[in-house]
C-alpha cells in the first residue's frame, strides 16, 4: 500500500510513501527533454518536458512510481488492487489508449498544470498492456497535482473518473468517493484541546494533551491511513527555511509509515514473515525541482536537483539510492 501527499508553504512540495514487501531496483531517475519515450498504443514523445522522480528503469524506460516536471506539475501511483479495472487498446476508438506504466510519462511529458491534465484526462483509456510478458499491469490509481490542486484519477468498472482532491493526500483501497465520505466521521477532531459539549453544565477538565484528536486512526489500513494523514497534513505549519519544510513534508509522511512486522503478508521458504514496510518516502520541491528521499534504513534526507542536469539531453540519468543506515555518534569526550 502508499500514501501521497501535498505541503503548502513558501515553496510547493509533493510526495510519497512507497510501501510494499520487496524492493525493485527503483533510482531517482531524470528524463531530459530530448529522451525518446515510446508509448505502446500513441505516438512517441521523442520531446517531452524534463522530469525527475524514482523509476524502476528496464529496458532504458522508466517505470515511474512518481515524478515531477520541469513546470512543477506532479503525479504518484498507488496501489488499487480488485478496483482498477484497465481495458484492451481502442477499445473506445475515441480515446487515447495509454498503458498504466507510461501513464506517468505520458501526463509529465506534456502538461505544465493540473488544468492542461484534465483535458488528456478526460480522454484517456488505461490499457491492459503489459511491459514484458513477465510483468503484467499493476493495478493503480493515481494523483496529480501542482501548486494550485489536487485531483485523482482512477479507472474502474465505471470507466474513468476525475476527483478533485480538496485534503491533498491519497492512499489506496475503497474509491476515492468513499474517503471523501469517510473522512466526514472525523469532523469532530481538532488540533485544538477539546471542549465539554457532552454535558456543558458538568465540570470536566481534559486530562491530556492532544486529546481534540481523540478518534483519528492508528492502524495501517488504507482507509485510516488517509483520515491520519490528512488531519496531519492539514494541521501541519509551515516553515520560513526549505530544510524546515522539508523536514515537516517527511514528518506528515511519517504519520502513517509501515514499520516491519506491524503488517504481515505470510511467511517465506524459511518460515520469516513477510512484512510490507516503508521502503522509501520522497518529497520533491514542486518549484526548484528538487527531489529528497529517506530510505528504510537510512533516515538522513538526499536529495537530486532536476536543473542541475542537461534538460536537454537525449539519455536517462539515474542516482542508485543511499539505502545503508547512517548513524554517527558526536559526542567529543574522550
Known sequence: MCTAATFYAKDHYFGRNLDLEYSYHESVTITPRNKPLPMRHMPDLTRHYAMIGMAYVLDDFPLYYDATNEYGLSMAGLNFPGNAVYVPAGQDPAKDSVASFEFISWILGQCRSVEEARVLLKRIQITDTAFRTELPPSP????????????????????????????????????????????????????????????????????????????????????????????????????????????????????????????????????????????????????????????????RITGVDLHQEDLDGDQLITYELEKDPDIRIVNKHK
Open 140 to 299: 493503480l490509481h493515481w494523483m496529480i497535482a501542482d501548486q494550485k490542486e489536487s485531483v485523482v484519477f482512477e479507472q474502474t468498472s465505471r470507466g474513468g473518473n476525475i476527483y478533485d482532491n480538496p485534503y491533498g493526500v491519497m492512499t489506496n483501497n475503497p474509491t476515492f468517493d468513499y474517503h471523501l465520505l469517510h473522512i466526514q466521521d472525523y469532523l469532530g477532531a481538532s488540533a485544538e484541546e477539546p471542549v465539554n459539549r457532552f454535558a456543558a453544565n458538568v465540570p470536566v477538565h481534559y486530562y491530556s494533551r492532544g486529546m481534540g484528536g481523540i478518534g483519528i486512526p492508528g492502524d495501517l489500513s488504507s482507509a485510516s491511513r488517509f483520515v491520519k494523514v490528512a488531519f496531519t497534513r492539514m494541521n501541519s505549519i509551515a516553515g520560513e527555511s526549505e530544510a524546515e519544510n522539508v523536514s515537516q513534508f517527511f514528518k506528515i509522511l511519517g504519520s502513517v509509515e509501515q514499520q516491519k512486522g506491524c503488517c504481515r503478508l505470510g511467511t517465506d521458504d524459511d518460515g520469516k514473515p513477510i512484512c510490507e514496510y516503508t521502503i522509501y518516502s520522497s518529497c520533491c520541491n514542486m518549484d526548484q525541482g528538487i527531489y529528497y528521499y529517506t530510505t528504510y534504513n537510512n533516515s
